[in-house]
T-cell receptor
Framework: AQKITQTQPGMFVQEKEAVTLDCTYD???????LFWYKQPSSGEMIFLIY??????QNATEGRYSLNFQKARKSANLVISASQLGDSAMYFC???????????????FGPGTSLSVIP | DAGITQSPRHKVTETGTPVTLRCHQT?????MYWYRQDPGHGLRLIHY???????DKGEVSDGYSVSRSKTEDFLLTLESATSSQTSVYFC??????????????FGDGTRLSIL
């Protein structure tokens, strides 16, 4: 069963505006980690931001922030002041298994394609 | 950039033939992963490894096997390739840390076409 849901297959945003990409997850683990990656059309995977399940503060990295709502099992990525170079696929990922094992299994959602309009 | 090399980068083969993809790392990281990427599905985990000779299945492991005899190498084998295994395959590695907060680093991918 799929454990990461990204309900927005494609999104458009005007340059310089903020955009939120949704991610919900399902896990029975108490200890887990959430990651966002960017994949431009060139194909490489670029790490953006990380949120641990025990982190009390929402993670931020430059123009990226993560809106973490643990009770709702959501970890939405917020990109502020969008730039043309932000056009890419964005993937939410979850690392789990750490509480029971040290195996660190990592699974991904289906992704959201973001297009930034000049 | 993390030292990850996938080989081959491109391969075309016929249904029923065996195929082995190699992932080589120079980072001495504990964890290694194989994913396949298909439109509409994102990256789906095939198998992963948490140490030499220690592997486990992912979401889509049927038809695939893996081996890790050395820290630096993680091999993915399609014993008898089928057209449904046509995909882009990514290898990833990550460090072992107490909090599990280290991101994965990815190889450049292998484009595999099975005719």
């Amino acid at each position: 069963a799929q454990k990461i849901t990204q309900t927005q297959p494609g999104m458009f945003v005007q340059e310089k505006e903020a955009v939120t990409l949704d991610c919900t997850y399902d896990t029975s683990d108490q200890s887990y980690g959430l990651f966002w990656y960017k994949q431009p059309s060139s194909g490489e995977m670029i790490f953006l931001i990380y949120q641990g399940s025990y982190d009390e503060q929402n993670a931020t990295e430059g123009r990226y922030s993560l809106n973490f709502q643990k009770a709702r099992k959501s970890a939405n990525l917020v990109i502020s002041a969008s730039q043309l170079g932000d056009s890419a696929m964005y993937f939410c990922a979850m690392r789990e298994g750490r509480a029971e094992t040290s195996y660190d299994k990592v699974i991904f959602g289906p992704g959201t394609s973001l297009s930034v309009i000049p | 950039d993390a030292g990850i090399t996938q080989s081959p980068r491109h391969k075309v083969t016929e249904t029923g033939t065996p195929v082995t993809l190699r992932c080589h790392q120079t980072e001495n990281h504990r964890y290694m992963y194989w994913y396949r990427q298909d439109p509409g599905h994102g990256l789906r985990l095939i198998h992963y490894s948490y140490g030499v000779k220690d592997t486990d299945k992912g979401e889509v492991s049927d038809g695939y096997s893996v081996s890790r005899s050395k820290t630096e190498d993680f091999l993915l084998t399609l014993e008898s390739a089928t057209s449904s295994q046509t995909s882009v395959y990514f290898c990833a590695i990550s460090e072992d840390t107490p909090d599990g907060d280290q991101p994965q680093h990815f190889g450049d991918g292998t484009r595999l076409s099975i005719l």
